[in-house]
């Protein structure tokens, strides 16, 4: 099946600095890599996706690129405030139905 | 999480016990997931369903089994409670083109 890896694990900025989280997959076929941000009690919450025929998204303070050659893929928060603060997790998959989830990166956004 | 609801939200049960866990949702989504979540292993999928009586095993099945006799709801069932199955668990739902899951709010199952 697919593996799909996340660094850092954890992760601390300033506000107003940028964040950057990693993760690679193993599998060619998956073509769908989606972003969720989850804040504590609360179930994780999509915030933006990709899928393999498109490079880049925007969505005003985060972007997600893919390098489908290096099977790897970024979620990039520019201007980060505390309420970025929270575990995000990458997800890879080719089915639509079965993802694969990377183990989470838990940001904190420093005042 | 508007559309989708998880009881019991907490619950505690003992090793041996069976166990239900409820996903309602409200979207008329036709493909519904039960994942796990545990430190350092990320959420993973322990069955999902394609539709009303429609299920098929995830990556952790084992010592699971699940439902659907109607849209809205889907159930995970531990016939045995075990102290290995203690995690957070979540049910989502996608609609028809299966992607950009909506997830509940989670289930905290704790197996003393």
């Known amino acids: 099946g697919e593996n799909v890896e996340q660094h850092p694990s954890t992760l601390s900025v300033q506000e107003g600095d940028s964040a950057v989280i990693k993760c690679t997959y193993s599998?060619?076929?998956?073509?769908?890599f989606p972003w969720y941000k989850q804040e504590l009690g609360k179930g994780p919450q999509l915030i933006i996706d990709i899928r393999s025929n498109v490079g880049e998204k925007k969505d005003q303070r985060i972007a997600v690129t893919l390098n489908k050659t290096a099977k790897h893929f970024s979620l990039h928060i520019t201007e980060t405030q505390p309420e970025d603060s929270a575990v995000y997790f990458c997800?890879?998959?080719?089915?639509?139905?079965?993802?694969?989830f990377g183990t989470g990166t838990s940001l904190t956004v420093i005042p | 999480d508007a559309g989708i609801t998880q009881s019991p939200r907490h619950k505690v049960t003992e090793t041996g016990t069976p166990v239900t866990l409820r996903c309602h949702q409200t979207e008329n989504h036709r493909y519904m997931y039960w994942y796990r979540q545990d430190p350092g292993h990320g959420l993973r999928l322990i069955h999902y369903s394609y539709g009303v009586k429609d299920t098929d095993k995830g990556e952790v099945s084992d010592g699971y089994s699940v439902s659907r006799s109607k849209t809205e709801d889907f159930l995970l069932t531990l016939e045995s409670a075990t102290s290995s199955q203690t995690s957070v668990y979540f049910c989502a739902t996608t609609g028809e083109n299966g992607y950009g899951y909506t997830f509940g709010s989670g289930t905290r199952l704790t197996v003393v």
């Open positions: 997800a890879a998959s080719h089915t639509g139905n079965q993802f694969y």
């Open positions: 599998d060619s076929a998956s073509n769908y």
